[in-house]
């Protein structure tokens, strides 16, 4: 089951807001969330080890800095965790015990499962999502899942945050959100590559790559935007401009024919099976204890 996002909170934000990581997705989070009003600065505090980056956003947005990870997350109420992958091991066991019990933690950590988020931290209120690089401009969509423990009023909230870099899907089983690594997260990598390609054979027929460029992210960009206004099947919108013997009809052939959609088909199934690939290898389910943290 899924669930497309529409709604916002019924009761606003007033508590304490913690990113654990300041990289570009948590810079893109806190500036949909203070773009949006979802939250005003002196709320929103930011840890990651480099003084000048906290500075920095200090100074882009307003918001508190802080360079040490436990003092960032304590009387927090929403939790992110927005570090890379590999560092992960290492903050779960030094944030054990000192997120408060009704907050809620928020993972945008590719590829990490709730129940290696649960065991680290000893914490049970976990939302894991899925965003894609698009979120950077407000355009992204993210998929997420909560686990039983996350209140109603947690999702209302977190779902708002999510909201604010696009759009954003709920789902109920953790295995949706490797396959969304696989459409949705990845998927910008296809397009981009598609768009490429074609502003390649642009500049082979002549234009210039500057002149190439903009009529393929201008024919990219009206197409979606066409697709989804429209309300017709995309089999439809093709034939619409796929005339009897026409260029169209033509360069069809020769997508078909060099195997198209059996290739994006066969990416889309790599990168799913290489998602759970990586979840089973990248998180092992050991206790704190061995990855050198304490039991509390």
Not at 63 to 90: R, Y
Not at 185 to 211: I, K, N, Q
């Amino acid at each position: 089951m899924t669930e497309t996002s529409e709604r916002q909170p019924k009761n606003p934000f007033t508590g304490r807001l913690a990113f654990v990581g300041s990289g570009v997705m948590a810079e893109a989070m806190i500036k949909a969330i203070l773009r949006k009003g979802l939250a005003r600065p002196e709320q929103v505090v930011a840890s990651g080890p480099r003084p000048e980056r906290g500075a920095e956003l200090r100074e882009r947005y307003g918001i508190v800095p802080e360079t040490n990870n436990v003092a960032a997350v304590q009387d927090a109420d929403i939790v992110v965790l927005s570090v890379k992958p590999q560092v992960l091991p290492k903050v779960l066991p030094e944030l054990r015990g000192h997120i408060k019990p009704d907050a809620v933690v928020v993972s945008i950590v590719a590829g990490a499962p709730i129940g290696f988020i649960q065991e680290g931290l000893g914490h049970r209120a976990v939302i894991r999502t899925m965003p894609n690089t698009p979120a950077q401009i407000g355009q992204g969509m993210t998929v997420w899942m909560a686990t039983p423990e996350v209140t109603s009023q947690q999702r209302e909230w977190v779902e708002s945050l999510l909201l604010a870099m696009g759009e954003a899907v709920r789902v109920d089983d953790e295995v949706m959100l490797d396959m969304a690594t696989a459409v949705s997260g990845t998927g910008p990598t296809y397009v981009f590559l598609v768009m490429e390609a074609m502003t390649d054979a642009a500049v082979h027929l002549g234009f210039s790559r500057r002149v190439a460029l903009k009529l393929v992210e201008q024919t990219v960009l009206g197409s979606v935007l066409y697709a989804m206004q429209s309300g017709l099947h995309l089999a439809e919108l093709r034939n619409q401009v796929t005339s009897p013997g026409g260029t169209s009809a033509d360069a069809i052939y020769q997508l078909e024919k060099g195997g198209l959609r059996t290739v994006l088909s066969k990416a889309i199934w790599a990168a799913y099976q290489k998602s759970r690939a990586l979840g089973q290898m990248q998180w092992p389910p050991e206790a704190p204890e061995r990855q050198g943290g304490t039991s509390k």
